[in-house]
């Protein structure tokens, strides 16, 4: 499983876009890269995935460089209500593999 | 609707006594996973299961059992539990397990305090 290294914290405010950059220097060919994001007393939620190059959805858009060695998670426009720790996961999706690494996440404070 | 449920939801218990947390999912899904939350650990991996009577530990199995005799359940048994396991404990499951490449829904999560 790839090692991915997150911020451990990061401030915004309303309105603003936040972008959420992971490293993931020993990314494998068949690797996928996953967020999630976790509110307090809650379980994780999954909100995006991609391979390549950059995949939208109505949540997020998620950046990946031709090399593959990191991904930005890019939310638009956030609220109040985005304040959670976000995940980044990196792992074989092509064979059977059990074990998942959550790693601490990064804290987003979403100030008025 | 789909989900995955925990049972019981907030736990106080004393060193040694024998509990169970339940798990259960109505998606049909195949892997389930059970992980444990503390303060800047982030989310640790406890056991898996890729499928039923299929089990495997993850990152911090010391003190924990499993066992996986339907699709459905995947209970997490703790012999005798400690002061250090007290924790949040959340129960995931997800379509064949591809690594990271399914997603993975969690249940609510299992507020467990030993005294």
């Known amino acids: 499983l790839a090692k991915t290294t997150q911020p451990i914290s990061m401030d915004s405010y309303e309105g603003q876009e936040v972008n959420i950059t992971c490293s993931h220097n020993n990314i494998a060919t068949n690797d996928y890269i996953t967020w999630y994001q976790q509110f307090p007393s809650q379980g994780p939620r999954f909100i995006i995935q991609g391979y390549k190059t950059k995949v939208t959805n109505e949540v997020a858009s998620l950046f990946i460089p031709a090399d593959r060695k990191s991904s930005t998670l890019s939310l638009p426009r956030v609220s109040l209500s985005d304040t959670a720790v976000y995940y980044c996961?990196?792992?074989?999706?092509?064979?059977?593999?059990?074990?998942?690494?959550f790693g601490q996440g990064t804290t987003l404070q979403v100030k008025p | 609707e789909a989900q995955v449920t925990q049972n019981p939801r907030y736990l106080i218990t004393v060193t040694g006594k024998k509990l169970t947390v339940t798990c259960s999912q109505n998606?049909?899904?195949?892997?389930m996973s059970w992980y444990r939350q503390d303060p800047g650990l982030g989310l640790r991996q406890i056991y898996y299961s890729m499928n039923v009577e299929v089990t495997d530990k993850g990152d911090v199995p010391e003190g924990y059992k499993v066992s996986r005799k339907e699709k459905r359940n995947f209970p997490l048994i703790l012999e005798s539990p400690s002061p250090n396991q007290t924790s949040l404990y959340f129960c995931?499951?997800?379509?064949?397990?591809?690594?990271?490449?399914?997603?993975?829904?969690f249940g609510p999560g299992t507020r467990l305090t030993v005294l």
């Open positions: 996961l990196v792992g074989d999706g092509s064979s059977n593999t059990g074990k998942l690494i």
């Open positions: 998606m049909n899904h195949e892997y």
């Open positions: 995931a499951s997800s379509l064949p397990a591809k690594g990271v490449a399914n997603e993975q829904f």
